[in-house]
């Protein structure tokens, strides 16, 4: 795992939302829509250490979730249309937010990860 050095200059945050590398800031992150690279092509940085997991998923269903139903709740409330107009609100509003934020959000976590050093945890048993 190559995790030298880890305090650069590039914010993790700058890094995440233009799916950089997180060292250089000039690497491409991913090499297909989702798929991380296996290297920064510009600094050689191994992205090896990447665990986002479904961390992006949970923010991005909780953020996307909360906003679409509470709107489509208020348009009910208010108007009251028809089940088909519904369905065109907020299907795109769904698929804008949630395909649209998970890419930044997950190069954002993946950044995090580097600039903080995340590792897997590990149990102390005081063994010396």
Same mark, same amino acid.
């Given at each position: ?13 700058? #890094? ?13 992150? =991913? ?17 090896? =250490? ?9 923010? *991005? *269903? ?47 976590? *993946? #950044? ?17």
């Amino acid at each position: 795992m190559d995790l030298q050095p880890f305090h650069t200059g590039v914010s993790p945050y700058t #890094a995440g939302l233009t799916c950089s590398c997180p060292r250089c800031g000039r690497g491409r992150l =991913f090499s297909g829509f989702l798929t991380v690279a296996p290297s920064c092509t510009n600094c050689g940085l191994d992205y090896g =250490f990447d665990d986002s997991g479904d961390g992006p998923v949970v923010f *991005i *269903i909780l953020a996307a979730g909360s906003l679409v139903v509470g709107l489509a709740l208020w348009v009910e409330l208010t108007w009251a249309p028809p089940f088909w107009v519904h369905a065109l609100l907020w299907t795109p509003l769904v698929l804008l937010s949630t395909l649209g934020l998970l890419r930044p959000l997950k190069a954002t976590m *993946i #950044a995090l990860q580097y600039a903080k050093r995340a590792q897997e945890g590990r149990l102390d048993r005081g063994d010396a």
